[in-house]
């Protein structure tokens, strides 16, 4: 049981290029997310999937895009990186009393 | 919209000597999770509080839920080197969606 997987784990960027985050789960959960954390201000979440084909978005979404075409996969799409989305950035998912379940973080950089 | 707010943001402490964190809501929260976060780690699930007044404990952290259910406490007993991290809040409001505090980083001294 691997919990929750993410690629890579760190990314150097160029200010407007492109990229997609990977993240998987095996624990069968519905319910997925995408934070980014940035020091002093805790994990804030960018966009969120309630089950496969359903995505909404959170406190930061602008800039990320989101799709949910199978329960284990939850990718996040930078569509033209900027400076401010130098991040680390933690997929997670849901369990049964609403506990999040993260991966190991990328640390991504836009220069 | 929802905020919480968590002090201190840094915290130094002796070894052996305790350590608290305190996290406070703008709104009622339905429930209150704690996480911790080794550096250069992903955060870590350690409890949910759902009642009004609910104490839990394990081992040596004691988890407190406010009678309001506005805001709780965390409070590490006897600190030791293993304890070292990032201490989250995280309340689910009406909204239904978790908000995060910023977070308490503790550093222990040998």
């Known amino acids: 049981n691997a919990g929750v997987t993410q690629t890579p784990k760190f990314q150097v960027l160029k200010t407007g290029q492109s990229m997609t985050l990977q993240c998987a789960q095996d624990m069968n959960h519905e319910y997925m997310s995408w934070y980014r954390q940035d020091p002093g201000m805790g994990l804030r979440l960018i966009h969120y999937?309630?089950?496969?084909?359903?995505?909404d978005q959170g406190e930061v979404p602008n800039g990320y895009n989101v799709s949910r075409s199978t329960t284990e996969d939850f990718p996040l799409r930078l569509l033209s990186a900027a400076p401010s989305q130098t991040s680390v950035y933690f997929c997670a998912s849901t369990g049964l009393v609403h506990e999040q379940y993260f991966g190991p973080g990328t640390r991504l950089t836009v220069t | 919209g929802q905020q919480v707010m968590q002090i201190p943001q840094y915290q130094h402490v002796q070894e052996g000597e305790d350590f608290t964190t305190y996290c406070n809501s703008s709104t009622t929260l339905s429930n209150i999770q704690w996480y911790k976060q080794r550096p250069g780690g992903h955060p870590v699930f350690l409890i949910q509080l759902v009642k009004s007044g609910e104490v839990k404990k394990q081992k040596r952290l004691t988890f407190q839920f406010g009678e309001a259910k506005k805001n709780s406490s965390l409070h590490i007993t006897a600190t030791q080197t293993t304890d070292v991290g990032t201490y989250f809040c995280a309340g689910t409001g009406s909204a239904r969606q978790l908000t995060f505090g910023s977070g308490t980083q503790l550093t222990v001294l040998p």
């Open positions: 999937s309630v089950g496969a084909g359903i995505t």
